[in-house]
């Protein structure tokens, strides 16, 4: 599996970015984000199911962020709107068959 992102950047607070990442590969089950802020471990941003039915999100996302996929082409996307100096950080995707496989990361920095 391989997995492709982008539309990282940086916004000030209150600000919006929009991540896209697709995978390419067998057997794609559950894809979705985490993040690894300055100093700090990775951590789980939102996933989504194979058919995009179920999401799930961090307390911290919740209401700000929104997840959703393509069918046919692996692609998800993450939409974040009111973005805190606290969301800054490396963002990665994941995509799980019966291994988990992360992307390269993306960078994101909100600013105050």
């Known amino acids: 599996v391989q997995l492709q992102a982008s539309g990282g950047g940086s916004v000030q607070a209150g600000g919006s970015l929009r991540l896209s990442c697709v995978a390419s590969g067998n057997r794609i089950n559950v894809m979705g984000w985490y993040r690894q802020p300055p100093g700090k471990q990775r951590e789980l941003v939102a996933t989504?199911?194979?058919?995009?039915?179920?999401?799930d999100y961090a307390d911290s996302a919740k209401g700000r962020f929104v997840i959703s996929r393509t069918g046919y082409e692996n692609t998800i996307y993450l939409q974040m709107n009111n973005l805190q100096p606290e969301d800054s950080g490396v963002y990665y995707c994941?995509?799980?068959?019966?291994?988990?496989?992360y992307g390269q990361g993306t960078q994101v920095t909100v600013s105050s």
């Open positions: 989504i199911s194979r058919n995009g039915a179920a999401t």
């Open positions: 994941m995509a799980a068959t019966s291994s988990i496989y």
